[in-house]
């Protein structure tokens, strides 16, 4: 069995600040977790995977997420955030079946 | 150039009438996935399948339909028998190895008139 988990349904943060976007995971077996966008009207776009080795992963458009194994998370963050990086985050996990399994999503809001 | 890809991007349906969704990959891919998105509710899984000639019922698979006689298309019928069919049909495609990431396409939007 494999799940995910997103917390929030809001992320509202300022343009240059930091951001966070929570996410946990539960999964039999060792965890595959990916980060996905979505823009208005569109499809899913990959962003970031953890596959193993270094926590900290480096993915598209300056995006980052760290894997926190004993918290069971994957929080997706970026340094600096963009007006245009506004849009619908989804986590996901496989492990426990190839099939990927999504979180509800976390709409991000970043204000000019 | 590799992708996937759904037509029509939006879809009009009448009360009673059955409508079929496009999904096409160039990308060899084994695994083909049908998701429903709807406001607030993430994304659930109506169907899937990994091979040819063979598919599973997902979380919602009730009032639809589809077929996987070719590797690269799957299309999804939505039925008469699906009650509440407007929302935003996502199609997917990847390997099976774990470690992938799966592909979308554009979605479709349907809308009951």
């Known amino acids: 069995a494999q799940s995910v988990a997103q917390p929030e349904d809001q992320v509202n943060v300022a343009e240059g600040n930091p951001l966070t976007v929570k996410c946990t995971y539960s999964v039999s077996g060792n965890p595959y977790l990916f980060w996905y966008v979505q823009y208005p009207n569109r499809g899913l776009q990959f962003l970031l995977k953890y596959i193993t080795g270094d926590n900290l992963v480096k993915g598209s458009y300056g995006f980052e997420a760290e894997f926190n194994k004993s918290q069971t998370s994957f929080h997706l963050k970026k340094p600096s955030a963009l007006v245009s990086d506004s849009a619908l985050y989804f986590c996901a996990v496989r492990g426990g079946s190839y099939i990927p399994t999504f979180g509800r999503g976390t709409s991000l809001i970043v204000h000019p | ?113």
């Not at chain 2, 695994?31 to 994304?43: E, T």
């Not at chain 2, 699906?82 to 939007?109: D, H, V």
Request: aromatic content about 12%.
């Open chain 2, 1 to 113: 150039d590799g992708g996937i890809t759904q037509s029509p991007k939006y879809l009009f349906r009448k009360e009673g009438q059955n409508v079929t969704l496009s999904c096409e990959q160039n990308l060899n891919h084994d695994a083909m996935y049908w998701y429903r998105q709807d406001p607030g509710q993430g994304l659930r899984l109506i169907y899937y399948s990994q091979i040819v000639n063979d598919f599973q019922k997902g979380d919602i698979a009730e009032g639809y339909s589809v077929s996987r006689e070719k590797k690269e298309s799957f299309p999804l019928t939505v039925t008469s028998a699906q009650k509440n069919p407007t929302a935003f049909y996502l199609c997917a495609s990847s390997m099976t190895g774990l470690n992938t990431e799966a592909f979308f396409g554009q979605g479709t939007r349907l809308t009951v008139v």
